[in-house]
């Protein structure tokens, strides 16, 4: 039989290793047990059974073999598999007894389909078969037996080396333990964690086909990194080359070395609340992270689509996923010290405590989802918790869009919106054409340029509005002079002659497109929102069924007196 028709057994090197230091090492006959992954020819591990009585001529287990057995059984995924024991010079196969107590161990072990039954000799001059392996001046015959209906059968077996020792250490692994079989789903796999210079703490799972298939990765406490796993490179150099690219990346990333003065490091303390993870919400915290903002709160129900991918920061890999995982994914390939929560549900999904937390818990709101009656909750809490908060939208076609800037002092949203709309109601306006609930970009065709010119301002104020007052940096200055004009409701047109920028601009020279106007809405004294103190309402007293509806009735009423 040639050897490529032998059937296989893979054995982990370091279960190899063990065997050549203790069998190898000492005169004929001694033993030890294998244990490896359950339903399947590998070996994981290999006890030696150290108390055996040596002067005896021929090897049999001790009962202190049979515990040992139990134990790593209990404490681990790895199931008994066999045997295997060292013959004098000249005798590598099994002797006539030996078959007699194979056969007696298949009867005992009924869940064993194969036994795996080695032989270990100190002969490495003869030429090595198909089913035999040298290791450190010890030569190992594989074999395994099987009941059949003539009896026992037994089959030279070709070995596979896993090599799970070589690679860690040649990656520069310090283990504790020898590696561990653990169950993870349907699968076993074999799990250890150590320390690797550069990278501190890593738990590496390794699967029965390694290096075939890449292992799983995790540094500290995240999940598992995704691995470029180079099938062109040699086996043995696949882990180091891994851990190479994984030391190569910086410790802590400075993403503000070119932003020095303009933005403070202090936005790596702050959490901003993001509902809304569309073309809007999905740049704007790709912007955010990318400015040093810390950490995130994530809000939307929806998965990636493939229809998403021309007009968000998302991509094809993302395809199935959460909007929320996949924003919090691309966060941590740009941050990997960036924190972020996601919750995949609808805004009026989560209960009225819980989203009143997420909002007191965040130092600035963007609200950029494609509904007024999410907004308009956002805005209520947002004021109702003293956060600052940025209501960015666009206009049909994209072809214009509104960026309102709420703080303390300001009107709130639905002050400024309704205002706006009541003040432009003569002109041809595109808020009032086509109703302004309803009027906003959801799958309506647009250019991502122009979403994102109108969304770089809600970032751009965003990041003032986040510093600390103690801090002194440009980007405050922009959000502050908003502030101080009042005017937190900016108007973009993104195609020339838009909407009331070709009567307002009509004398000013050199106007073409990407014009903003920054109006000054008023405040309505008797508004709940933004109000007299004492006529606002608390907006955590919605309740679940009815989420925002008064606000909505209050906000109709309001922006649209007459009807
Ligand atoms: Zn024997
Ligand atoms: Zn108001």
């Known amino acids: 039989m040639t050897s490529a028709r032998l059937p296989v057994v893979r054995v982990a090197d370091y279960a190899l290793d063990g065997i050549a230091a203790t069998l190898g090492a000492v005169t004929p006959e001694q033993g030890g047990a294998l244990l490896g992954i359950p339903g399947s020819d590998t070996v994981t591990q290999f006890v030696h059974d150290r108390s055996a009585d040596v002067t005896s001529v021929r090897y049999h287990n001790t009962d202190w073999l049979i515990q040992e057995i139990n134990q790593v059984e209990r404490r681990t995924a790895a199931r008994f598999k066999g045997i295997i024991h060292s013959h004098p010079r000249g005798m590598p196969y099994p002797s006539g007894q030996d078959r007699s107590e194979f056969a007696r161990s298949l009867e005992l072990n009924t869940a064993l389909t194969r036994y795996l039954a080695p032989i270990v000799t100190h002969d490495v001059t003869t030429a090595l078969d198909g089913h035999e392996l040298v290791l450190d001046g010890c030569r190992m015959s594989f074999f395994g037996a099987s009941q059949s209906e003539s009896g026992l059968r037994l089959t030279p077996m070709r070995p596979v080396v896993l090599p799970v020792r070589r690679a860690l250490t040649r990656a520069g692994f310090t283990a504790v333990d020898e590696p561990a079989l653990i169950t993870v789903g349907d699968s076993a796999m074999l799990g250890t964690t150590g320390e690797i210079g550069g990278l501190g703490l890593v738990t590496i799972l390794f699967g029965a ?287 020339p002659d838009y909407w009331i920028f070709a009567s307002v601009l009509a004398d000013t020279y050199g106007q073409y497109a990407y014009q903003s106007i920054w109006l000054a809405p008023s405040r309505d004294e008797a508004c709940p929102v933004c109000g007299e103190q004492e006529g606002r309402t608390d907006p955590t007293a919605y309740t679940a069924e009815a989420p925002g509806a008064d606000l909505l009735a209050a906000y109709r009423r309001e922006a649209a007196p007459g009807e």
Not at 252 to 259: G, I, T
Not at 295 to 302: G, I, N, Q, R
Not at 444 to 472: F, N, Q, T
Request: proline share 6%.
């Open 209 to 495: 086909d390694y290096p075939a298939t890449a292992p799983l990765v995790f540094l500290g406490e995240s999940g598992p990194i995704p691995l470029d796993w180079e099938l062109g490179v040699p086996g043995e150099d696949r882990l180091e080359r891994v851990v190479g690219r994984l030391r190569s990346r910086p410790a802590k990333v400075p993403l503000q070395a070119r932003s020095a003065g303009l933005l403070s490091p202090a936005l790596a303390d702050r959490r901003v609340l993001v509902v809304g993870a569309g073309s809007v919400g999905s740049y704007l915290t790709e912007v955010l992270a990318r400015s040093g903002v810390g950490a995130f709160t994530l809000v939307d129900p929806e998965e990636v689509a493939a229809e998403n991918l021309g007009r968000s920061a998302y991509r094809v890999d993302d395809v199935g996923t959460p909007k929320v995982e996949a924003l919090a994914r691309l966060v941590r390939a740009v941050n990997p010290a960036a924190e972020v929560a996601g919750y995949a549900a609808a805004l009026d999904g989560l209960p009225i405590e819980d989203l009143a937390k997420l909002v007191e818990g965040c130092d600035l709101v963007v609200a950029a989802t494609d509904d007024n009656q999410a907004q308009g909750r956002l805005d209520h809490l947002a004021y109702w918790f003293g956060k600052p908060a940025v209501f960015p939208a666009l206009y049909r076609g994209a072809e214009g869009g509104e960026v309102i800037m709420v703080a303390a002092g300001l009107p709130c949203w639905g002050c400024s919106t309704g205002g706006v709309r009541a003040a432009t109601a003569e002109q041809e306006s595109p808020l009032r054409r086509t109703d302004y609930g309803t009027g906003r970009l959801i799958a309506e065709p647009g250019l991502l340029v122009d979403i994102h010119h109108v969304s770089s301002v809600a970032g751009k104020l965003a990041l003032g509005l986040l510093h600390p007052d103690s801090e002194d940096v440009a980007a405050m200055r922009f959000a502050a002079g908003v502030r101080e004009r009042g005017a937190n409701y900016a108007v973009f047109a993104n195609r």
